[in-house]
């Protein structure tokens, strides 16, 4: 089990981010659509304890359980950043682990998606500790947003290099941050799914292009993970 140091930011635009990574040497990883289902019992104890439980798809299928640092853990303390305890794993069939925790009481309670396009990037650190981080660039059905992990002491620093301010840093989950929309736009249901054209434009290589501005960007200057 690790801690997860992160920390989001809403933008108007990806084409500066990408930019920036670009030019800061960052190689992108990957870029697709997310299927996101949160899981919970009927008294929604996961929730109320501040855990998560999450079956993903993507070019994989994903098991996640996340839970909130114990007190006094290394790293548990750092300011400004989301920090939570994660566990997490491939597996091979989520439909039959999806019914494997319906018949252990937990349940379906949320489902969303985003396009998510992953960034690597390499900053000095300290002897003998990480200094990978990631940049992602989520697009959301309510919004744009950017997230930084790594670890905690990097990622300030990057941020401020790819001209984003921590004062402006947010430390929700997308859970949370659509909660906040709906009540500004009067309300809407929990889930957060694409339309059906988005979702089909998503799927193509190029309306996924499309969706997420790379047209503003040569693809000839980034690097790419030819893993």
Not at 39 to 52: H, I, M, Q, V
Not at 98 to 103: G, H, L, S, W
Not at 186 to 196: K, R, S, V
Request: hydrophobic share 45%; with cysteine.
């Amino acid at each position: 089990m690790t801690l997860e140091h992160e920390v989001k930011f809403a933008l108007p635009s990806f084409v500066p981010l990408r930019t920036a990574l670009v030019n800061l040497g960052a190689v992108l990883r990957g870029r697709g659509l997310e299927s996101n289902l949160v899981l919970d019992d009927r008294e929604r104890s996961l929730t109320r304890e501040g855990r998560l439980l999450r079956l993903r798809t993507d070019m994989k299928n994903t098991l996640t359980f996340k839970l909130p640092p114990r007190a006094g853990e290394a790293g548990a303390d750092a300011t400004g950043l989301k920090v939570m305890r994660e566990i997490e794993t491939e597996v091979a069939d989520l439909a039959a682990l999806a019914e494997i925790f319906a018949a252990l009481g937990y349940e379906p309670v949320l489902r969303y998606e985003k396009i998510r396009e992953t960034w690597l990037i390499g900053q000095p650190g300290q002897p003998g500790q990480s200094s990978q981080l990631a940049v992602c660039l989520d697009l959301l059905p309510f919004g744009r947003f950017a997230e930084i992990e790594g670890p905690p002491a990097l990622i300030a620093p990057l941020a401020g290099r790819l001209g984003l301010s921590m004062d402006a840093a947010l430390v929700q989950t997308y859970h949370e941050l659509r909660r906040q929309a709906a009540l500004e736009d009067g309300g809407a249901g929990p889930d957060f799914l694409f339309n059906p054209a988005t979702r089909a434009q998503a799927l193509t290589k190029t309306g996924l292009a499309l969706l997420m501005e790379v047209a503003e960007i040569d693809p000839g200057q980034a690097k790419v993970d030819a893993r």
